[in-house]
C-alpha cells in the first residue's frame, strides 16, 4: 500500500463532517492535485467522546462512496502504542506508531556497542547534499543518539510487527511519530533514527519528528521561522539521503503533526517541498470541531445558545479540560471573557471571535484555545449537540469546507 505524494490528515469528533471534509480535498484534486484524506482520530479523543475507530472508518467509507471519491483515502489509528493497538487493528489502514515515550531509556549494551559500531563510517565531517555544513559526528555523540533513540526505534520495529502479524491483510501505511516529546531531534538524530528504522526493517512511509517552536492545539505556530525552515529543510535531505543509503522506501516523507492551523509555516513548507521535490503529510485534525462551533454561532437562534451554553461550562470546568492538553495550551486565564460576556454577544462577535483570522481585531486566541479542548462538553450533550448540527448542517458545512480548503489545502498545494 502506498501513500500518494501529498495527504492531509483530518479529524472528526463527532463524525458528521466527512462529507465536507472530502469535498475540501476533492476541490483540491479536481484542480490537479493528487491529494489523499487521512481520517485520524487518537485513543484519548475516542475516549473523551466516547466513540471506536469503526465509527471513523463508517464515516470514511461512506463520505467515499456518496462523493464517489476516486482518490485515496484512510483510516489512522493516531498515535497508538501496544497497549491500545489492538481497538484499531481491524478499522485502520494507516498507523501512526508513537514511540515518544522510549527516547531517552536506553537499550541493552549489545545492542549499543552493534550499532555504534555498525555506523562508525559516519564519524568526522560528513557532508550530506543540500545541507551547507558538514555534520561534526564523533564516537560520543553516536554513543548519545544510540543510548537516546535505538530502544524507541526498537520498539516502533515491534508495533509494528505487531500489525503486520495480526491485521488480516498485513497492508497498511506505516508512520513512526517522534512528535509528543520536549525536544526537537537535531538533523544528526534524524540521520541515525533513519538507520535505526532501516535496521528494524520498518517499511515506514511516513516520519513525524518534533519540531521547535511551539506547536499549540489550534492556533498558529509560535517560534523562529527561519529556524523551522532550516530545521525542516534539513530533515528532508536527511530523508532524501537515508532512502539511498540505508534502503529505506523510495516514498517516505516528512509528517508535520501541526496541532491544527500553523498556517504561517506552510509558505516555508509549500516552498521546501517544491525545491525538494518532496512529498509531505500534515496532519490537521482538531479544528473541524470548532469550524462547528463557527457554524452553529453563525446561525443564530439555538445554534448561538449552545455555542454560548458549551463556552461557559468550559470556563467553568477549565482545569479539568485543560489539564490533558497541558503541554500544548497557553491560555491567559485572565483575559477569557466571562460567561456573563459572552452571554451578551451577538452571533457576529461570537464569530469573530473564534475564528482563525488572524487580521481580525476581534478573534480572540484564548477562547480560540479554550474551545479547543471543550469538546469534551459537547459529548456530553450527546445528541442535543448532535441535532442541532444537523439542523444547520449547510451553514456548518460550508465553515468546514472553507476552513480546510481556503486556510490549509490551498496554501499548502495550489
Ligand atoms: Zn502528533
Redesign the pocket.
Known amino acids: 500500500m502506498k501513500l500518494a505524494r501529498y495527504s492531509i490528515g483530518t479529524g472528526d469528533r463527532f463524525g458528521l463532517q466527512g462529507n465536507s471534509q472530502l469535498a475540501a480535498v476533492k476541490k483540491a484534486y479536481n484542480k490537479g492535485v493528487d491529494l489523499a484524506i487521512v481520517w485520524n482520530k487518537s485513543h484519548r479523543e475516542h475516549t473523551i467522546v466516547g466513540t471506536t475507530q469503526e465509527s471513523v472508518r463508517q464515516e470514511a467509507d461512506q463520505a467515499a462512496a456518496a462523493a464517489s471519491w476516486t482518490g485515496q483515502y484512510f483510516v489512522d489509528a493516531d498515535?497508538i502504542g501496544l497497549g491500545n493497538v489492538d481497538l484499531f487493528l481491524d478499522n485502520s489502514d494507516f498507523f501512526t506508531i508513537d514511540v515518544a515515550d522510549f527516547i531517552g531509556k536506553k537499550t541493552d549494551s549489545k545492542r549499543l556497542h552493534d550499532f555504534v559500531s555498525a555506523h562508525q563510517n559516519f564519524i568526522g565531517e560528513y557532508t550530506i547534499p543540500g545541507i551547507a555544513s558538514p555534520l561534526k559526528i564523533n564516537r560520543e555523540l553516536l554513543q548519545e543518539i544510540a543510548e537516546k533513540y535505538l530502544f524507541a526505534v526498537q520498539k516502533a520495529g515491534e508495533i509494528y510487527r505487531y500489525i503486520k502479524k495480526n491485521k488480516n491483510n498485513g497492508d497498511f501505511i506505516t508512520e513512526v511519530?517522534m512528535?509528543?516529546t520536549a525536544e526537537p531531534q537535531t538533523p544528526v538524530e534524524m540521520l541515525f533514527i533513519l538507520a535505526a528504522i532501516a535496521d528494524e526493517k520498518i517499511p515506514v512511509q511516513t516520519i513525524?519528528p518534533k519540531f521547535s517552536g511551539r506547536f499549540n492545539k489550534g492556533v498558529d505556530y509560535i517560534g523562529d521561522l527561519a529556524q523551522f525552515r532550516q530545521e525542516f529543510e534539513e530533515d528532508l535531505c536527511i530523508i532524501t539521503y537515508g532512502i539511498k543509503t540505508f534502503g529505506l522506501p523510495a516514498d517516505l516523507k516528512l509528517s508535520v503533526?501541526s496541532g491544527s492551523d500553523k498556517f504561517s509555516i506552510y509558505g516555508p513548507i509549500r516552498e521546501l517541498i517544491a525545491k525538494h521535490n518532496a512529498g509531505i503529510h500534515v496532519?490537521t485534525a482538531g479544528t473541524t470541531w470548532l469550524e462547528e462551533l463557527i457554524g452553529l454561532a453563525e446561525a443564530g437562534g439555538t445554534g448561538l445558545e449552545i455555542a454560548k451554553q458549551i463556552y461557559s461550562s468550559s470556563y467553568s470546568r477549565f482545569d479539568e479540560l485543560c489539564s490533558p492538553y497541558a503541554s500544548v495550551i497557553d491560555i491567559d486565564r485572565e483575559a477569557l471573557p466571562t460567561p456573563a460576556d459572552l452571554q451578551t454577544w451577538t452571533s457576529d462577535q461570537f464569530v469573530k471571535a473564534l475564528r482563525h483570522d488572524q487580521s481580525c481585531p476581534d478573534y480572540d486566541i484564548n477562547l480560540r484555545q479554550l474551545l479547543h479542548v471543550g469538546y469534551k462538553v459537547a459529548a456530553e450533550l450527546g445528541d442535543t449537540y448532535l441535532n442541532v448540527l444537523r439542523q444547520n448542517e449547510a451553514v456548518v458545512s460550508k465553515n468546514v469546507i472553507e476552513n480546510l480548503y481556503d486556510r490549509h489545502i490551498k496554501p499548502l498545494f495550489l
Open positions: 498515535h511519530s512528535d509528543e513525524a503533526h496532519k
